[in-house]
């Protein structure tokens, strides 16, 4: 593996951007919390009587969303923990605790009895109008079992 070179004025700047990563209200929070109300569907968010905290809880349909940036997250983890140079063993080891952690979550959640969507937040951004969807169609699928 190829190691790459970094001095001390690009990892200050580096620590500088990533203690300024928000943790609720990102954009992409925002960006989808807006479409649902503007298609009628009302939510709390950061529901902190949760495990987790869902970024957004449809609590008439006991659905916890949560949108997860890719980084943060692991999104295709095998293929791009292999691109991270600099601090690596932190970063593998971080990033490797929040995927065990968001899994944790999802379960405890879901022996609740909520249904857990997660979005990454590239297709919130590239196209909020088909993750308003997919909610919408858990919805349906919920007042149906309920009308069976």
Same mark, same amino acid.
């Given at each position: 593996?190829?190691?790459?070179?970094?001095?001390?004025?690009?990892?200050?700047?580096?620590?500088?951007?990533?203690?300024?990563?928000?943790?609720?209200?990102?954009?992409?929070?925002?960006?989808?919390?807006?479409?649902?109300?503007?298609?009628?569907?009302?939510?709390?968010?950061?529901?902190?009587?949760?495990?987790?905290?869902?970024?957004?809880?449809?609590?008439?349909?006991?659905?916890?969303?949560?949108?997860?940036?890719?980084?943060?997250? *692991? %999104? =295709?983890?095998? &293929? $791009?923990?292999?691109?991270?140079?600099?601090?690596? @063993?932190?970063? #593998?080891?971080? /990033?490797?605790?929040?995927?065990?952690?968001?899994?944790?979550?999802?379960?405890?959640?879901?022996?609740?009895?909520?249904?857990?969507?997660?979005?990454? *937040? %590239? =297709?919130?951004? &590239? $196209?909020?109008?088909?993750?308003?969807?997919?909610? @919408?169609?858990? #919805?349906?699928? /919920?007042?149906?079992?309920?009308?069976?």
């Amino acid at each position: 593996m190829k190691k790459k070179k970094s001095n001390r004025t690009e990892e200050e700047k580096r620590h500088y951007i990533m203690s300024r990563v928000k943790s609720k209200d990102t954009k992409i929070e925002i960006t989808l919390r807006r479409a649902l109300w503007h298609k009628g569907i009302r939510y709390r968010k950061n529901h902190k009587l949760l495990p987790g905290t869902p970024d957004i809880a449809i609590t008439k349909y006991n659905i916890a969303i949560f949108c997860d940036g890719e980084f943060w997250h *692991g %999104k =295709d983890w095998d &293929k $791009n923990k292999e691109h991270i140079y600099n601090n690596r @063993e932190f970063w #593998i080891s971080k /990033i490797e605790r929040n995927m065990r952690r968001d899994n944790k979550i999802d379960s405890q959640l879901e022996q609740l009895g909520w249904v857990v969507i997660r979005f990454w *937040g %590239k =297709d919130i951004e &590239k $196209n909020v109008n088909s993750c308003v969807e997919v909610v @919408e169609d858990i #919805i349906f699928d /919920i007042k149906l079992s309920h009308y069976k």
